[in-house]
């Protein structure tokens, strides 16, 4: 009975080691991601930056050319927008897989902690108890 017990306490460790180290490789891979985007925005932004302030000292073009910058300057800002929310979905998708882990990781220290209990038990040695009070022979 108590070999059971100790099986499927650590088949639970187990389980909660591997889930563990599952939602460590998505935190890391959220956090690439996020950094990938911060970049990729950053980038959007110093180009758009650039764009304005070549625009600003160039002469007049035609109108066609003008047309061409201001649908790229919008392009860009559009993109510059679809990152700033996904970087923001990102970050609480990133905070509550980091919350997710403190409490599975509660868990897998709870099932240790009852493992411990458990071999702690075994290793005691089986003596008779005898009331309080009697002689014992």
């Given at each position: ?9 650590q ?8 889930e563990?180290?599952?939602r ?5 891979n ?20 650039r764009?304005?302030?070549l625009?600003e ?7 066609e ?7 790229l ?7 510059a927008?679809e990152?700033?929310?996904n ?5 609480k998708?990133?905070?509550q897989?980091?919350n997710g882990?403190?409490a599975s ?26 009331p309080?009070g009697?002689?014992?022979?």
């Open positions: 009975m108590e070999i059971i017990e100790t099986s499927t306490i088949q639970e460790r187990l389980q909660a080691i591997a563990k180290r599952k460590q490789t998505e935190i890391e959220k956090r690439r991601q996020l950094e990938d985007d911060r970049r990729q925005l950053q980038h959007l932004k110093s180009k758009a930056l764009e304005r302030w625009l000292g160039a002469p007049s073009s035609t109108a050319e003008g047309e061409a910058t201001k649908k300057m919008e392009e860009d800002n559009l993109k927008k990152l700033e929310e970087i923001q979905r990102l970050e998708e990133l905070e897989l980091e882990i403190s990781s509660t868990k897998e220290n709870m099932a240790e902690e009852t493992s411990r209990v458990v071999v702690k038990e075994e290793k005691l040695p089986h003596t008779p108890k005898t309080l009697s002689a014992k022979a």
